[in-house]
């Protein structure tokens, strides 16, 4: 399988993949510090959910864009994080590779 593409290679820093943008995937992506680890987020889905007002949108209340946010929109000031929208499938952890819908990463 291929390598997910267009992700810089590790160069000085360290690499943390992190698999889901919900709200535990949004907090570590946001606080990592980017001086020290380039940032790759990996979700299934282009948004992140805000699924406290879902009911919300189920009762009409608010349009589902209410409560959906492209990640891209939300990290497009952050340098060196990447992200890939992709279904993570297995992780081999002797290699330190997770294998995803759109390739694997080290
Ligand atoms: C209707 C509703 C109302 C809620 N109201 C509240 C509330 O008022 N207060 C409160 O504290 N909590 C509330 N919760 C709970 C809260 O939303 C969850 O605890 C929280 O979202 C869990 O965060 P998470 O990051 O662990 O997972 P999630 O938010 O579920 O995020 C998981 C992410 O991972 C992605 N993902 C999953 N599997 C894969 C895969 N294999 N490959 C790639 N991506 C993947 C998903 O697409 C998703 O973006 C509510 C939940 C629901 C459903």
């Known amino acids: 399988m291929d390598y997910i593409s267009n992700i810089p290679d590790k160069k000085t820093k360290k690499r943390v993949v992190i698999v889901g943008g919900g709200f535990a995937g949004l907090t570590i992506a946001q606080k990592l510090d980017r001086s020290k ?3 790759v987020l990996i979700d299934k889905h282009n948004n992140h959910q805000f699924q406290p ?22 990290f497009q000031k952050f340098q060196d994080f990447h992200f890939r929208m ?9 290699n330190n590779m997770l294998e995803t819908s759109i390739g694997i990463i080290e």
């Open 37 to 39: 680890y380039q940032v």
């Open 86 to 94: 992709g279904e993570a499938i297995a992780v081999d952890r002797a």
């Open 53 to 74: 007002l879902l009911y919300q949108v189920a009762t009409s209340g608010i349009e589902p864009s209410g409560i959906s946010f492209p990640f891209r929109k939300i």
